[in-house]
């Protein structure tokens, strides 16, 4: 036993070999027939010998689908980059640190360097961080908020430019960033019936996947740039980080520039610009960090960004092409927008098929025509939008306003500049889209009642109304393709659970127009009981938080119509039974304070509105005199603006974090 052991961590060092030199150095040793013989014999010894070593490379074929991602702390923060909006905010930033390092160095007996700035490329991914202990590779999780991630270990297993193990033992923190080739997006869409969007959706999409098996066929690759934690002191400036990496067969762009001065930053960012079209991954701006480790530990952090490194973005990118179509499209709402068919152009390596256009108004007033030649703009690689119309010679014809549903064939109507379907009963993509957000995590929060499952059973059990999902069987979910035994059960155990719901999450899964999750929380807080909240007043509903007329009446109108009365009354024969949670006895640090949410942060921002809310803040969308705190993040505006002159408490989340004990219990 003992020898074939060792045969196996011999064959593994071999194959290590071989996939860093195939997959991260692009020079492979040995032909593939050569490489399938060495690893057949390794597959072989562990099925003989019942033992599979934990960085054995048979391990990255995909473990079991999991039943949930689990949270994850890291062991040192990840900081996000401030941003340099141009080259005044860059210049300004270089010109800090210059500063900084003269004035540190009259005061001080210990001297630091001149400064040096490492430029590298910004990754257009999904940030992943590694921890290997003893040499192996023992947890990966995503960035999630800097402080706690959740959990990926088996999906980025299948990424075989990260290394299973390496041969430093100590206990360190990895970051890099999770990409999906451009080249493996095309040949995954020649090869898929159902195609991914872009790049960076598909490699975040592979890497959030509960199945591994999923990330693995999506042939992700992983770039590295940071040590974020150690046991001990092992670096003097990024160079001696990127070298570790290297030496430690991470994979490492070539893409890094040392330099000194501004000009040398403004010339390494003109070049990797340059070349952004020759990279088989997506980029979308460069990062520019001092390199000195002692410098950094000088400069220090903001609440939220290290001084000593910046974020320099590309401008959106702009092209031109012929509009070749408009296709009208109906959401949850009923509401009938514009999509804009283009004649597919290529936009940093993405290749675009389509834009977005508003509304009919918005057609009119850009003078976009079918044929017409259109100025497109692509900002970190979402969907285009249309800017306008160019000179051309094309034949054009006018973009006719739809009288019908392109789906159900009811005829539609308009309300202010909107279109809408009035068939809410049977019309498929309305349908669609309101069991998608019945079942969503802050409504009934019923995983895996996901849209494509939700369009299957439409096909095969003829689903048509939101009561169906509680009688769906066990035989009719099991004939979806994909559901196997485990997957159905699953899902009908989470059908299940969903009927003992919390009554703000049972009002918010109704749709009721203009009632979002906050409104949801104040009606369920004011009512504390459905069968008030459905025989209410316009009068009482509008003394209830910030309800105005408008959504007053459309709560009444909501539960005027007997179709829905109907659906609700369905609803609760069949076992959901919404209830109310009395948290008065829960600590409410933020009882009765007003508070404004501004600027991107860390946290998503309906997650902090619903902690706040919890801890008794009422949160609103605009500052006054009212006003308690406005927690900024990047970014702000002129909420930021307005706070500051009315002398109001500006909080970063870090103080927020303090202010009530914590947020992440």
């Given at each position: 036993m003992d020898d074939k052991i060792k045969e196996m961590d011999s064959l593994i060092a071999e194959i290590d070999k071989l996939n860093y030199h195939y997959y991260t150095l692009d020079d492979p040793l040995?032909?593939?027939?050569?490489?399938?013989?060495?690893?057949?014999r390794l597959v072989k010894l562990e099925n003989e010998s019942?033992?599979?070593?934990?960085?054995?490379?048979?391990?990255?074929v995909g473990g079991a689908i999991l039943d949930k991602f689990v949270k994850h702390t890291h062991l040192a923060r990840l900081y996000s980059m401030d941003k340099a909006q141009g080259d005044d905010a860059l210049l300004a930033w270089y010109n800090r640190i210059e500063k900084f390092v003269r004035d540190y160095n009259l005061d001080h007996v210990n001297k630091l360097p001149e400064p040096e700035f490492i430029v590298e490329l910004k990754f257009d991914g999904l940030t992943i961080n590694l921890t290997y202990e003893n040499g192996n590779l023992v947890m990966a999780s995503t960035r999630g908020n800097g402080i706690i991630g959740e959990e990926i270990l088996e999906q980025v297993k299948t990424i075989y430019s990260v290394p299973l193990r390496i041969s430093y033992k100590g206990k360190i923190e990895v970051?890099?960033?999770?990409?999906?080739?451009?080249?493996e997006l095309k040949k995954y869409n020649e090869n898929n019936e159902e195609k991914l969007k872009n790049a960076r959706n598909a490699a975040a999409g592979a890497l959030r996947n509960l199945d591994p098996k999923v990330t693995k066929k999506r042939h992700l690759t992983a770039f590295f740039y940071n040590v974020g934690y150690t046991e001990e002191d092992l670096f003097k400036s990024d160079d001696d980080i990127k070298n570790f990496l290297r030496e430690n067969n991470f994979k490492v762009s070539k893409y890094n520039f040392k330099v000194k001065k501004y000009?040398?930053?403004?010339?390494?960012?003109?070049?990797i610009g340059d070349n952004r079209d020759k990279l088989d991954i997506l980029i979308d701006g460069v990062t520019i960090k001092v390199n000195d480790i002692e410098t950094r530990k000088a400069l220090g952090y903001t609440n939220k960004f290290p001084r000593w490194a910046v974020a320099y973005k590309f401008e959106a990118e702009e092209i031109s092409t012929t509009l070749l179509d408009v296709v009208w499209n109906v959401g949850r709402t009923a509401k009938v927008t514009p999509s804009a068919i283009l004649e597919p152009v290529d936009i940093g390596g993405v290749t675009v098929k389509r834009a977005t256009l508003n509304n009919y108004d918005d057609i009119l007033r850009k003078k976009v025509k079918i044929g017409s030649r259109v100025l497109i703009r692509r900002s970190n690689d979402v969907i285009p939008e249309i800017l306008g119309t160019l000179p051309s010679e094309n034949k054009t014809h006018e973009i006719e306003k739809p009288k019908t549903c392109p789906y159900c064939g009811s005829h539609l109507y308009q309300n202010g500049v909107h279109i809408f379907c009035p068939n809410t009963l049977s019309c498929v993509p309305q349908l669609v889209s309101r069991l998608t957000h019945f079942a969503s995590r802050d409504a009934m929060n019923i995983d895996g009642f996901s849209e494509k499952t939700i369009e299957k059973?439409?096909?095969?059990?003829?689903?048509?109304e939101i009561p169906d999902i509680y009688k769906l069987k066990y035989e009719d979910i099991i004939k979806i393709e994909g559901f196997k035994e485990k997957r159905t059960n699953n899902l009908l155990k989470a059908i299940e659970a969903s009927k003992n719901v919390h009554l703000s999450n049972f009002i918010y899964a109704l749709g009721i127009p203009n009632v979002g999750i906050k409104t949801a929380r104040d009606l369920a807080n004011h009512f504390k009981d459905f069968e008030k909240l459905k025989n209410s007043k316009e009068e009482e509903l509008i003394s209830i938080g910030d309800i105005g007329n408008i959504t007053a009446e459309e709560i009444v109108q909501f539960f005027n119509d007997e179709r829905i009365v109907g659906a609700v009354d369905e609803l609760f024969e069949l076992g959901v039974s919404p209830y109310y949670e009395d948290?008065?006895?829960?600590?409410?640090?933020?009882?009765?304070?007003?508070?404004?949410?501004?600027?991107?942060?860390d946290i998503p921002r309906k997650?902090?509105?619903?902690?706040?809310?919890?801890?008794?803040?009422?949160v609103t969308g605009s500052v006054s005199k009212k006003t308690d705190y406005v927690v900024a993040g990047e970014n702000p505006g002129s909420k930021y603006d307005k706070a500051k002159s009315l002398d109001i408490k500006i909080l970063s989340l870090d103080e927020l974090y303090k202010l009530v004990g914590g947020l992440n219990e």
């Open positions: 040995l032909s593939d027939g050569e490489y399938d013989k060495l690893y057949d019942g033992t599979v070593l934990s960085y054995s490379p048979t391990t990255r970051q890099g960033e999770g990409l999906m080739p451009l080249s000009q040398e930053i403004i010339d390494k960012i003109h070049e059973l439409m096909e095969t059990v003829d689903l048509k948290d008065k006895d829960i600590p409410k640090p933020l009882l009765d304070k007003t508070i404004v949410i501004t600027g991107s942060l997650e902090l509105e619903e902690k706040l809310i919890s801890l008794g803040a009422k």
